[in-house]
């Protein structure tokens, strides 16, 4: 122990006092790869096998979030090039051609990059404007751009310039152009309009504004949080000086509905969340400015959740890779008395007879066989719920119907709810004849191309549009239609060893506790 009182420090190992403050070297630890907490019931090898299938169900669905996020993205830009290339044809406008659009937090953080590969086409003279201290370095920073832009790359130190000086090189680097063609704007990005001082802001604009004939630019302008007060800040003068144009794509009303949707419905993942807990997840999204990635870390937490306090949860992957017969057959004695302990078994044994609850009690073959047929059964329920749920939807709401969040939540609330069926034959009653018919006709494509084991469904939608053509459709077949797809539809908490392979919050774990 050093201790050195002379100088009025005090000094110890990984730590110091210097008056009265109090500083803690924190000891870097080194990160292991995951592992999982063994249950006493299991091997090693079966713990790790348990982490390397929870590792695998992650990739999958994050894979799957991200082609979500591509496609989303993909559109944007498009919408976003589209915007530019309809400006460019009128650029001899009074006012400066702006678009407002959503640069903050549901899009890549390399925005200004995938702007200028997707305007490549239209006008190589883009510019991210970065520096707002003041006037003179945001347009030496302008213009330092725009030099970079040039064959031989500028090597001296960049002066001091203004609007003129920036006017005279446009001049000169767009003299070579086709003389039939107009020169290429100059489109200016900023992606995060809330970040300029409001009076920089405005001197920029106004600036602009004067010099427009000399120095056509378009302007992209990225708002961090989409709310209906953009602008105030602006004086009517200055928002004179524009042309506004507004891009603004909400996530939340295209990647979560699809994400929470996937997870809850689709056959080709390993995973899934019951209707409740989704529509529980969904409500807490609503309304949220959220990032994308707070989305992934909810699911990978619960994910992460099912996986470790479940045992058998490795049996997720048999469905979704149809290795059920051999993972079954596979189990040890431990694993066994799991399955015949798990909630969703026990409450089977007790509505079967004798004679069955003493074999599935006492027979370990005999409850590995009911157990392989549980799993299969869980199998084809999804490979059904999925295209059930679709046609439904399509059936209400048509198959390019907007706020599919709000839809979404309700069709989960009416799932396990028992009188969702009289809701759906009322909304399909309220339609107007030539939008149910368009429905109608949309939902047997859609399950024509879809799935091939709901005839009966097919075969009553078919009944349903002969009768509104002809003008003999009752309630009775409306009701026909949604009877057989609510018996399609329901919670998967109704069928045996779901809690193996569905995760749902009313499972009491420490950290609901807590």
């Known amino acids: 122990m050093n ?23 924190p000891k870097k630890v080194q990160q292991s790869s995951i592992s999982f907490t063994k249950h006493p019931s299991e091997t090693e090898k079966e713990a790790q096998r348990r ?29 976003i090039k589209d915007y530019v290339s309809s400006v460019r044809q009128d650029l001899t406008l009074p ?14 953080v390399n925005l200004f990059d995938k702007l200028k590969e997707s305007l490549s086409s239209i006008t190589s003279i883009i510019v991210n404007v970065q520096v707002y201290s003041s006037m003179k370095a945001l347009m030496k920073d302008i213009f330092q751009q725009l030099l970079s832009l040039e064959e031989e790359a500028y090597t001296g130190s960049i002066p001091d310039c203004s609007i003129s000086t920036i006017c005279d090189w446009y001049r000169s680097y767009t003299i070579s152009d086709d003389a039939g063609q107009s020169p290429p704007p100059v489109v200016l990005v900023i992606e995060c309009i809330e970040s300029v001082p409001v009076p920089l802001l405005t001197e920029l604009l106004l600036i602009l504004h004067s010099r427009l004939q000399e120095f056509p630019v378009i302007l992209l302008l990225g708002v961090r949080a989409v709310h209906n007060g953009f602008g105030l800040n602006f004086t009517p003068s200055i928002l004179s000086v524009l042309k506004w144009d507004m891009i603004i794509k909400d996530p939340l009303q295209s990647i979560i509905p699809k994400t929470l949707e996937m997870l809850c419905f689709d056959s080709s993942l390993p995973f899934h969340f019951t209707p409740s807990f989704t529509h529980s997840l969904l409500g807490g999204f609503e309304g949220q400015l959220l990032p994308i990635a707070n989305l992934k870390k909810s699911i990978q937490y619960h994910l992460l959740e099912h996986f470790y306090w479940q045992p058998l949860s490795f049996l997720c992957d048999s469905i979704s ?10 189990l040890s004695k431990d694993q066994v008395e799991m399955i015949r302990s798990s909630p969703s078994m026990m409450s089977y044994v007790e509505s079967v007879d004798f004679e069955e609850r003493k074999a599935l009690l006492q027979d370990d073959s005999h409850l590995k066989a009911k157990a392989e047929e549980f799993l299969k059964d869980i199998q084809l329920f999804y490979q059904s719920l999925e295209p059930a749920v679709k046609t439904l939807y399509i059936l209400v709401y048509g198959k390019t119907s907007k706020d599919k969040l709000a839809k979404l939540k309700m069709l989960l609330s009416y799932i396990t709810d028992s009188q969702g069926k009289d809701f759906y034959v009322q909304a399909v009653k309220l339609l107007d004849e030539t939008v149910l018919q368009r429905n109608l006709h949309e939902s047997i494509t859609y399950i024509t191309a879809a799935c091939s084991n709901l005839s009966d469904i097919l075969k009553a939608l078919q009944d349903c549009l002969s009768g509104s053509k002809e003008g003999t459709l009752s309630t009775e077949h409306i009701s026909t239609v949604i009877d057989l797809l609510m018996t399609h539809i329901h919670s998967p908490q109704r069928l045996t060893l779901h809690d193996v392979v569905c995760y749902d919050s009313n499972k009491m774990t420490p950290y609901h506790i807590l």
């Open 51 to 79: 982490c390397q299938k929870y590792q695998k169900c992650l990739t999958q669905i994050e894979g799957k979030i991200d082609d979500l996020m591509k496609e989303f993205e993909d559109g944007y830009h498009n919408d």
């Open 95 to 108: 006012r400066i051609p702006a678009c407002v659009f959503n640069g903050g937090f549901d899009v890549s």
């Open 321 to 330: 890779s149809g290795t059920i017969r051999k993972d079954i057959k596979s």
């Open 3 to 25: 201790n050195r009182r002379g100088c009025g420090i005090m000094e110890l190992e990984g730590l110091s006092l210097t008056k009265g403050c109090l500083a803690v070297a």
